[in-house]
């Protein structure tokens, strides 16, 4: 233990098994790959401190066998060229025919302008990948004239579409309008722009970090970026700079004009109408192919909530949410995320209930495990839905309004709130809550979920606010709801309906410091409500980034440096 501000924080509240560096601040995933036999996370980050404004961004880069354990290899892409002098921000990697892994990334060149590059791993037989290669010829797209405002960022994984063309997506803003420009290229150095956009509006001018991929219409299998045809949709994301968050629309791609048809038109081109990827405070979600067990795996970072002076006491700043699988819903318009089964790799002791009732106003224990580090999946049942559901007033649209207004802590319901309180101290003046409320709308039912952080901390200099979202589920028919949280010291993740809904969320108890935390199951509605199968287990601690590895066996024969001309085949 350290002390802060004159307080004490356990460990930092750095986790046990979530991804983060040692030391010093990272932010967006950049390039997430599966590469001869071992997973490669590249991710942004400042080399020479825990803040992002004191340093000039680079790419940091650890690899690991299983999506849990990490070893950390330093930076793969640094601001040593004037095409990125100013920073190496944010990108995709792409593997080449032939096997030879490829960045696309932005550049702050040297008069701060934003332009797109291309970086080669050098030696594509090293399976740790540690050098890169930027070829002279970068940058490989300049800023286009009608952007506005230095907004041009954060290409795309690349894929091949009709013509044997790569295309790329980048985001900016065009004439004050949100934006994601599509570019071809046949050999990946020389790029044209599509005359159409994939999306824009100007309902929202400035989007960052776009996420293109395909989705197989029926199963869970991942696919590959280039796949399309029958059976295929495709998935656009888009981060919206202002609330950071991230939003998407599942729809088809015609590669003949390279546009994008949202399958919910009625949703509107204003981003902020489009399905959430997280209600919480995660964000710049990158997803990849998994060649190695056919899925489509995804990233998002999760921000610090307490203060700049927390972060330089700790040294560090910056979390990732747990790898993710993703796949689309059986009703072709949402996506479902589930914590990659590696998680279960870590699963020590394990406590449960069955059948168990919570009456109004309850509040059931989870005993006999470490609550801070733990992995915890519930079903709730709701045996008189109809008689106690409250009726749901349309101002309640808002899902943080409502999440603040009908609160765990303050707000008795019908049908709800009930859920679980989480990193709780002995006396409950720090928790956490995540619940669910059911309300009555139009003879059907809407189902609420919110992770509520008023309580979280009784430190002052903390955000603390509340996250939530409409969970798109037919309670009628299931009569039950299910939730898992990934709990891990300063994060909470939670999935709503077997991953229909997400909230991430970062917490800074101070009872952590001197005391264990306690894990609670309550109902706060007016009738009970059944768990029909709780089971909680306890999480050991990952390798992640702290302990040298032993690489030298995995040293490779490395090859000479390419050129623009010869250093791609296609």
């Not at 995804?298 to 330089?312: A, C, R, S």
Request: glycine letters at 8%; hydrophobic letters at 40%; one cysteine or more.
């Amino acid at each position: 233990m350290c002390p802060t501000n004159g307080k004490l924080h356990l460990d930092n509240g750095r986790t046990a098994y979530h991804f983060q560096p040692a030391k010093f601040w990272q932010n967006d995933p950049n390039g997430p790959l599966y590469h001869n036999g071992l997973y490669h996370f590249f991710f942004q980050y400042n080399p020479h401190g825990p803040l992002w404004d004191t340093g000039k961004l680079s790419w940091g880069h650890s690899v690991s066998g299983d999506l849990v354990n990490w070893a950390f290899l330093g930076t793969a892409l640094d601001p040593t060229d004037p095409f990125d002098v100013n920073g190496c921000w944010s990108g995709s990697a792409t593997v080449l025919p032939g096997g030879r892994p490829a960045f696309l990334y932005t550049g702050r060149d040297a008069d701060g302008v934003q332009v797109q590059n291309v970086a080669f791993a050098k030696n594509p037989l090293d399976p740790l990948l540690r050098e890169w290669e930027k070829p002279s010829c970068n940058p490989v797209v300049a800023i286009p004239a009608d952007v506005t405002n230095n907004n041009f960022r954060d290409p795309t994984t690349a894929w091949l579409g009709r013509g044997g063309l790569w295309r790329m997506a980048v985001a900016a803003e065009v004439g004050g309008a949100g934006s994601a420009l599509v570019y071809r290229s046949a050999d990946f150095l020389r790029w044209e722009r599509n005359a159409a956009p994939m999306h824009s509006s100007a309902a929202v001018p400035v989007l960052e970090c776009p996420d293109f991929f395909p989705v197989v219409e029926h199963g869970s299998e991942g696919l590959d970026a280039s796949a399309n045809g029958a059976g295929v949709k495709h998935v656009l994301k888009l981060s919206e700079f202002d609330t950071h968050q991230d939003f998407y629309m599942v729809g088809r791609y015609a590669d003949e004009e390279d546009t994008f048809s949202p399958e919910e038109s009625e949703r509107g081109d204003n981003c902020r109408s489009w399905r959430c990827i997280d209600y919480g405070q995660a964000y710049a979600a990158k997803s990849f192919f998994d060649a190695r067990r056919q899925r489509r795996v995804q990233w998002l970072w999760v921000n610090e909530y307490d203060t700049k002076v927390d972060d330089v006491a700790k040294g560090w700043a910056g979390v990732q949410a747990f790898p993710r699988k993703v796949w689309l819903d059986s009703d072709g318009k949402q996506l479902l995320q589930w914590p990659v089964d590696e998680i279960e790799t870590l699963r020590t002791k394990r406590v449960g209930l069955q059948g168990t009732e919570v009456k109004a106003g309850g509040l059931h224990e989870i005993a006999g495990i470490a609550t801070s580090q733990a992995d915890v999946e519930v079903v709730f049942e709701i045996p008189n839905l109809k008689e106690e559901a409250e009726s749901f007033d349309p101002e309640w649209l808002d899902p943080h309004k409502l999440c603040k207004e009908k609160g765990a802590a303050f707000a008795h319901g019908g049908v709800g709130p009930f859920g679980l309180i989480i990193m709780a101290s002995g006396d409950l003046q720090e928790q956490t809550a995540v619940f669910f409320r059911v309300f009555r709308h139009h003879g059907k039912y809407k189902v609420f979920m919110c992770t509520d952080l008023s309580r979280s901390s009784t430190r002052e200099d903390v955000y603390k606010d509340a996250y939530g979202g409409f969970v798109d589920v037919d309670i009628e028919k299931d009569k039950s709801i299910s939730l898992r949280t990934l709990i891990d010291h300063s994060m909470i993740e939670s999935f709503g309906g077997n991953g229909r809904a997400c909230i991430t969320t970062r917490v800074y108890p101070e009872h952590v410091a001197t005391s264990s935390s306690h894990l609670y199951v309550f109902n706060n509605g007016s009738g009970t409500v059944n768990v029909s199968k709780l089971e909680a287990w306890e999480l050991a601690t990952a390798n992640v980034n702290v302990a040298d590895a032993d690489l030298a066996a995995l040293d490779a024969i490395r090859v000479a440096d390419g050129t623009c001309q010869d250093a791609v085949a296609v």
